[in-house]
């Protein structure tokens, strides 16, 4: 009988992932989207949509469903559903493995600010001068309006997949989604004159142009680092998972 896996999708990662288990018979998988953005890619796999209802909810969700494993493909900074998954997970005996990506690090000509979250990000800019480019999701957008309210005068390039609810006064908004590429990014920073890019340490390819287009153009980076991973197995590749997986079903356990 095929073992039942829940994926905790919202990723590139997560999706490549459920094209992988999508004909494997070995496999029942249903993913879990979180339902924030409007329009999201769609998955090939049976797909549930909405939070669990916390830590109890997606535990009573995994007896129900008769979830034998559950992989964490969320993005690295979506810390509180991996909290949790791991939570709900020791709760009901069922293992749980992380797909994940490496941090990106600085290399040479990079000029990168670390902090350690949004407020720390907004505060490095309280005197800075010239176009900010925040590129950090629609959900964490308010230190920054916080600041455009004490600093009318410094200009903000935003962008996000779908409209924020709390846009800094008088930013100017981009409606997009990745794959980027450094030639798009490079025009994109010059013809908004941008001094500083926003950025959180996701990780990844898709986005990652922004910080070869700032190197290119000699400005600073703001990175985010992530919040603290938690203790399940992380792997960086779909197919170490399915291996795992492929464990966890002759075993039963990981
Ligand atoms: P979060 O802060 O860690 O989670 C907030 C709540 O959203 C969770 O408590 C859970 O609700 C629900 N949730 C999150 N991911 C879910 C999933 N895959 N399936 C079902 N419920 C989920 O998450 P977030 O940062 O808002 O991210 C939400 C989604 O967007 C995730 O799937 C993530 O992969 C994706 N994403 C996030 C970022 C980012 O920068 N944070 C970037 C790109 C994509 P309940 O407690 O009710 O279960």
């Known amino acids: 009988m095929a073992m039942r896996v829940l994926i905790l999708a919202g990723t590139a990662q997560a999706t490549a992932l ?4 999508a004909g494997d018979p070995r496999f029942q998988a249903t993913a879990s989207l979180a339902g924030r953005t409007a329009r999201p890619a769609p998955l090939p796999l049976p797909t549930r949509i909405g939070g669990f209802g916390g830590v109890a909810g997606l535990a009573a969700w995994l007896r129900e469903a008769g979830v034998a494993a559950v992989v ?5 900074f979506a810390a509180r559903i991996s909290a949790h998954a791991e939570q709900a997970c020791r709760a009901t005996g069922v293992p749980l493995a992380v797909l994940g990506r ?32 925040l590129t950090i999701g629609r959900q964490e957008l308010a230190p920054f309006a916080a600041l455009a309210a004490a600093r009318p005068d410094l200009p903000f390039l935003v962008r996000t997949v779908d409209p924020p609810e709390a846009l800094p006064s008088g930013a100017t908004l981009i409606l997009d989604r990745g794959p980027y590429t450094v030639d798009g990014e490079l025009d994109l ?3 908004h ?3 500083v890019v926003v950025s959180k340490n996701s990780g990844g390819t898709a986005t990652a142009a ?6 290119v ?25 399915v291996d795992w997986l492929a464990r966890v079903a002759a075993t039963g356990h990981d």
């Open 18 to 21: 459920a094209g992988a288990l």
């Open 72 to 76: 964490d493909a969320t993005h690295p």
């Open 217 to 241: 153009l000699g400005l600073p980076v703001v990175m985010v680092r992530r919040p603290p991973p938690g203790t399940a197995p992380v792997f960086t590749e779909g197919a170490a998972v």
């Open 102 to 133: 490496p941090a990106w690090e600085a290399g040479p000509g990079d000029d990168w600010r670390p902090v350690d979250d949004m407020e720390a990000a907004a505060a490095r800019l309280a005197d800075w001068r010239g176009c900010v480019f």
């Open 193 to 195: 004159a941008v001094s």
């Open 189 to 191: 920073m010059r013809r």
């Open 210 to 215: 922004k910080l070869a287009a700032a190197r």
